[in-house]
């Protein structure tokens, strides 16, 4: 299977960065091929502007879903986003690796979704290509993430609120709204107090579900 980790954490010792290269390394030994776009190495833009589109249908006004599905049609988005669109049509499984921030994932993350996602090539939503007929069909996507609180203020009872309700806005209206096929997202809480033996379980753990990958 070809899989890209799409990392966003900007410390090359912490946490998720471990959980990154752990998984590029237990899914090439399980014979899979990976790819990285580790977001905050890269420097990537995070702010969806004009300058995504090397050429304009519009010049006096920036309708976004129409310049997107111009410059994706004739290959004129920008060199970055290109670059990561091929990454995701190569890609049979997508992994979101990142640390919980507010209670949703880091800004460059949502910027990549806001430039990379591009109407034209996860979705047409002229036509209905969304959700069971997302363009992205057929393809599979695995969140992976940090909490810093406990998993029991995380739930419906609890005083955060649910994390699943949180996450909705990835798992479903942006995951399954392109079509991926979401596995169970991979979890780690209390993530900032963890002792080594800690990391060393929740690793085996996260090895597992990498393991059933298929
Ligand atoms: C802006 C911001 C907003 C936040 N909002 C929320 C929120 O809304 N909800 C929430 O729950 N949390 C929140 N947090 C906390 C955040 O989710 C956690 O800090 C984060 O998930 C921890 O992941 P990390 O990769 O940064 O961990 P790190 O800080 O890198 O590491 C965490 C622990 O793991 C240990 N560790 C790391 N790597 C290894 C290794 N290889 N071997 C052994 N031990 C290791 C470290 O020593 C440390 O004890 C927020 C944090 C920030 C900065």
Known sequence: MNVLIIYAHPEPKSLNRTLKDFAVDVLEREGHSVKVS???????KCALDGDDFL??????KLVIPKEQMNAYDKGTLSQDITEEIDKIKWADLLIFQFPIWWS????????WFDRVFVQGF????????LYDKGLLSGKKALISVTAGSPRELYTRN?????????????????????????????????????????????????????????
């Open 122 to 129: 996860v979705v047409n939503l002229y036509d209905g290509a």
């Open 158 to 214: 609890g005083i955060n609120g649910d994390i699943e309700v949180h996450l909705m806005t990835l798992w479903h209206t942006t995951l399954e709204f392109t079509g991926l096929e979401n596995m169970d997202i991979f979890y780690i809480f209390n993530a900032a107090m963890l002792t080594e033996d800690k990391v060393k379980s929740e690793l085996e753990r996260y090895e597992k579900v990498l393991k059933s990958i298929s």
């Open 38 to 44: 580790d977001l905050y190495a890269m420097n990537f």
């Open 104 to 111: 949703s994932y880091p800004a460059i993350l949502k910027g």
């Open 55 to 60: 050429e304009r249908v519009d010049k006096e």
